[in-house]
Nanobody, 117 residues
């Protein structure tokens, strides 16, 4: 069982920055992967960024070069640094954790990010 709590969302102007945090209830080094997904109104939830236990990362093409995912083992927290935000980044952002043996996926409650002038 993994509980995830996101924070850091808010309202930001285009070109601005935000940092999202996802605090896990257990050591993130014990998790197979953690990721950030987002869901905009009327759209399907999509992968934004993922980081594995070996610290490899992967990003959606739409955020490459602007977003950075990272983890802090000491704080059991994964971050999503979002720079150069665009209107189309507006969505609810969800944290996800995956464990193996057997495979299980856990979700946070989501945090709203709104990019508006």
């Amino acid at each position: 069982q993994v509980q995830l709590v996101e924070s850091g969302g808010g309202l930001v102007q285009p070109g601005g920055s935000l940092r999202l945090s996802c605090a896990a209830s257990r050591s993130i080094s014990s998790l197979y992967a953690m990721g950030w997904y987002r869901q905009a109104p009327g759209k399907q939830r999509e992968l934004v960024a993922v980081i594995t236990s070996s610290r490899s990362t992967n990003y959606a093409d739409s955020v490459k070069g602007r977003f950075t995912i990272s983890g802090d083992n000491a704080k059991n927290t994964v971050y999503l640094q979002m720079n150069s935000l665009k209107f189309e980044d507006t969505a609810v952002y969800y944290c996800n954790a995956v464990i193996l043996g057997p495979w299980k996926s856990y979700w946070g409650q989501g945090t709203q990010v709104t990019v508006s002038s």
